[in-house]
């Protein structure tokens, strides 16, 4: 590995370790995008902020670093292994990260970082299944990230934009109607659509199930439905389908199945993330 970019990976990996956004704003560039394991992007003023908004490292460190130039830029592949939390939640221990570093005022800087979640998160063998909640069966609490990330697609949805999967979904309050919106990835087949929340009874569910309608927009397209939430055999299918799609990289953690799982294991889970039908209003 060059020497430079040597330097440089060992610069960031010594500063996301103490929390040192002093640092982190020397050696990232101003347009620097970060894009965590769940989906969340990141400008520079946001990744700098992490540590105020309690991200804290007792480990971190990089190996398997791969480095392909090309020109003045380079793409570096890298594995973090890190103990970490934020607001009480732990860090995911084993990440792939992707780094984008390019040439800088006679240095190297670096412009992007991805990370994606290494397999499945491990599993105690000495604990049976039954003494073991699943990841869904606590109730979901987004950390400040992901918030800031789901209101980043949001806005990017509303104007056309964001990927091209996803739509901005819209419910309404059961007691006090006001909208509600989340991004979600669709599940289509045919001239058919459903809705899967793959974090179990969070509240655009309930709102959902009790007012029996929602929408969903992509920028100019725009569209109201009568909702139906699906018995468990019914949502096998669907969840399968949703399990092959781009989304199951950002939201494996909370499946205990796969696309691959039988239909007697995909009914079992199925209650953890309810799915819904859903057809135009005309």
Do not use: C
């Not at 190297?108 to 299944?129: L, W």
């Not at 509240?203 to 009790?210: K, S």
């Amino acid at each position: 590995m060059t020497t430079d970019i040597d330097q440089l990976l060992t610069t960031w990996a010594d500063a996301e370790r103490a929390g040192d956004a002093t640092t982190l704003d020397e050696v990232l560039t101003d347009d620097f995008v970060g894009i965590g394991p769940v989906g969340f992007v990141l400008d520079k003023p946001a990744w700098l902020t992490r540590f105020e908004q309690g991200l804290r490292y007792e480990e971190l460190e990089l190996d398997e670093v791969s480095v392909r130039r090309h020109g003045d830029a380079a793409l570096v592949v890298a594995h973090q292994h890190a103990v970490g939390s934020h607001a009480g939640n732990p860090t995911p221990p084993d990440t792939r990260v992707s780094f984008t570093v390019v040439a800088h005022d006679g240095g190297m800087r670096i412009a992007g970082a991805q990370y994606s979640f290494m397999g499945p998160p491990r599993r105690s063998p000495a604990v049976s299944a039954a003494d073991t909640p699943s990841p869904t069966d606590e109730a979901y609490r987004p950390s400040w990230l992901q918030r800031r990330a789901n209101s980043m697609l949001s806005r990017a949805l509303r104007k056309g934009r964001g990927p091209s999967f996803m739509r901005l979904l819209t419910v309404y309050g059961r007691t006090t109607g006001r909208p509600r919106t989340t991004p979600v990835v669709p599940v289509r087949g045919g001239d058919r659509t459903w809705v899967v929340s793959p974090f179990g009874d969070v509240a655009w569910v309930r709102n959902a199930r009790a007012t029996g309608r929602a929408e969903l927009q992509r920028g100019e397209d725009h569209i109201t439905y009568a909702v139906r939430q699906l018995s468990a055999a019914e949502a096998v299918p669907v969840l399968r389908h949703y399990l092959r799609l781009p989304a199951r990289f950002f939201v494996r953690r909370h499946f205990e199945v796969s696309a691959k799982s039988t239909d007697d294991a995909i009914t079992a889970e199925a209650h953890r993330h309810p799915t819904f039908e859903l057809t135009p209003v005309r």
